[in-house]
């Protein structure tokens, strides 16, 4: 079964510091790749996602992401974090069902805490 | 475009209610999927409809978890007796087939 591990359970940083956080699937085959962001409080919301093409994604708020077929990883990053950004980051996978339709297979998350 | 719509936001509970949660997809999204989020097990996707058939129900824990989706507009999550384990956020979330989902709120359950 597709699994998607995410390394970093909880990452602690000052405002303006570097971020990266990891990502990696299982899954051999094409995938779809995705990163939701989840505010306290709030729902899942889309920060990017790779579905092909150049494997260097970015998306909303200055993330981005890269995918690197040869280590099943697909590491979120963002040079320079603000305290706005303390949330919880999940990795995800889109897997297709052999009769059609797919599901979003996702990692534990990670909490960040972004500290002025 | 209002979104997922999904209610209640919060519901508690007493062991053995039944429990039914409402959730409205995007208009013209052709897939559904509940999910449940918990401290320890994280997001996990309990059932996911494709122009309102069930396809997958395979993480829907037990018989006491239903969930039907009559038409494109309306699915409910059903917990009949409810338990103090089943205490979790509670997601729904639309999508067109080669896109990304787009999530609801969430329904907070508390049974106590």
């Known amino acids: 079964a597709q699994s998607v591990s995410q390394h970093n359970h909880h990452v602690i940083l000052s405002e303006a510091a570097s971020l990266e956080l990891g990502c990696n699937y299982s899954y051999g085959g094409t995938v779809n790749l995705f990163w939701y962001v989840q505010y306290p409080g709030q729902h899942l919301q889309l920060l990017l996602k790779y579905f092909s093409g150049d494997p260097l994604v970015k998306g909303i708020k200055g993330f981005e992401a890269e995918f690197i077929k040869s280590k099943f990883s697909f590491n979120l990053r963002k040079p320079s974090v603000q305290w706005s950004d303390t949330a919880e980051y999940f990795c995800?996978?889109?897997?297709?069902?052999?009769?059609?339709?797919?599901?979003?297979?996702f990692g534990t998350g990670t909490q960040l805490k972004v500290e002025l | 475009d209002a979104g997922v719509i999904q209610s209640p936001r919060h519901e508690v509970t007493e062991m053995g209610q039944e429990v039914t949660l409402r959730c409205k997809p995007i208009s013209g999204h052709n897939s559904l999927f509940w999910y449940r989020q918990t401290m320890m097990r994280g997001l996990e996707l309990l059932i996911y409809f494709n122009n309102n058939v069930p396809i997958d129900d395979s993480g829907m824990p037990e018989d006491r978890f239903s969930a039907k989706m009559p038409n494109a507009s309306f699915s409910t999550l059903k917990i009949q007796p409810s338990e103090p384990r089943d205490s979790a956020v509670y997601f729904c979330?639309?999508?067109?087939?080669?896109?990304?989902?787009?999530f609801g709120s969430g329904t907070r359950l508390t049974v106590v």
């Open positions: 995800a996978v889109k897997t297709y069902y052999t009769g059609g339709g797919n599901k979003l297979t």
């Open positions: 979330a639309s999508s067109l087939t080669e896109y990304g989902y787009t």
